[in-house]
């Protein structure tokens, strides 16, 4: 039996002579009419090509979709949940250039749970929106569904009226009953001193109720005696509120990964506020990217390009009973959250420093 080999069977049903020459015959005899059929089971060679074909046509229509989906079919950019409230994205190819206006758009990824602005009114929430928004390049939303600022020039809030496919929701709550945004889970909370804040809100509260909805709410500062008459009856029901709101927050967000806090001082001034804002971007989970905040901030804040900057006549002062109670308010906050958080107790100690709002009786 050495050197018998099996060959297929001929159309004619005639068996094959045995010859070791079959094996070496030329591809052409072996393709001819008269010639043996080639076997029906593909060779392993072949499946391994046909394998490998199969791979790479995959890994193309997979490469291509990813492409399809990262171009946001020519409007948006990928936007990757990480976890509630975190988004991260390649705002640069949305994000305005030339820093004269804003050109975000609403965020690709509607399922994501954006994060809560949270503030007491007048501490600065409104231009810490304007400076996320030009340097992500993504709205920002709000609950209060404000006609000045969805219509406001250079720099319209075109998130103003919705809560749906934004970055961040401005929200003032618990003040005065305000929502708070349940279902948030984390939240930037913007703190400023109760001794500017006050006077803050009353100016935005002075412009609405004398110029209605559509007045330039941001940019008035009321009459020094209507100031002095309104603080003898609201300032201490108003710390007390400042106070709730502070309170509230770092209650409900008692984790460093759930709540980031920024003081208005810091994002207005001229050292620290490029930082602060790079901060608040990469707590936002965008690619932080300081060059740009930098220059957004430059121009916003030092050059004064936006308009929600309020230009003042007269600096709001307190009576000297005012000023205790507000002192007082600060210190409960300090013994109830000043061990757990020194940045935040540093915060109080500045804010209890401050007596220039004294005046006399």
């Not at 209060?144 to 075109?158: I, K, V």
């Not at 901030?297 to 308009?307: A, D, V």
Request: aromatic share 12%; proline share 5%.
């Amino acid at each position: 039996m050495q050197g018998v080999e099996l060959r297929p069977v001929a159309r004619n049903k005639k068996k094959i002579p045995r010859s070791s020459s079959i094996g070496a015959s030329s591809p052409s005899k072996r393709r001819g009419r008269t010639g043996p059929l080639r076997s029906c089971s593909p060779s392993a060679e072949t499946l391994e090509w046909q394998l490998q074909t199969l791979c790479v046509l995959l890994c193309v229509v997979v490469a291509a979709l990813i492409f399809q989906v990262s171009l946001g079919h020519g409007r948006s950019y990928t936007r990757t949940r990480l976890r509630p409230g975190a988004w991260r994205g390649r705002p640069s190819s949305v994000a305005c250039d030339n820093y004269k206006r804003s050109h975000a758009q609403p965020a690709f990824n509607s399922s994501c749970i954006p994060t809560v602005l949270a503030s007491y009114p007048g501490s600065g929430s409104t231009i810490t929106r304007l400076l996320i928004e030009m340097t992500t390049g993504v709205w920002t939303g709000s609950i209060y569904g404000d006609a000045s600022l969805y219509t406001s020039s250079p720099h319209p809030f075109c998130g103003e009226m919705t809560t749906r496919n934004v970055v961040a929701i401005k929200s003032h709550g618990p003040w005065e009953g305000q929502p708070t945004v349940a279902f948030a889970k984390r939240a930037v909370l913007m703190v400023r001193s109760p001794f500017t804040a006050i006077p803050s809100y009353f100016n935005w509260f002075y412009a609405f109720h004398k110029r209605g909805a559509e007045a330039k709410q941001h940019q008035i500062q009321a009459p020094e005696e209507k100031w002095i008459r309104w603080r003898e009856n609201n300032v201490r029901n108003q710390t007390e509120a400042w106070a709730h709101h502070f309170s509230y927050w770092m209650d409900r967000f008692n984790r460093s990964d759930a709540l980031f806090i920024a003081t208005y001082d810091d994002l207005v001034n001229e050292t620290s506020g490029p930082r602060v804002l790079s901060d608040i971007v990469s707590f936002l989970d965008f690619p932080s990217d300081f060059h740009r905040a930098k220059k957004v901030w430059l121009n916003t804040i030092y050059n004064r390009s936006s308009s929600v900057r309020r230009e003042k006549t007269y600096n709001a002062n307190f009576t000297r009973g005012q000023t205790e109670y507000i002192v007082a308010q600060l210190k409960v906050l300090k013994r109830k959250y000043g061990q757990r958080n020194k940045f935040l107790a540093n915060i109080l100690d500045e804010y209890l420093a401050d007596r220039r709002a004294i005046i006399s009786d």
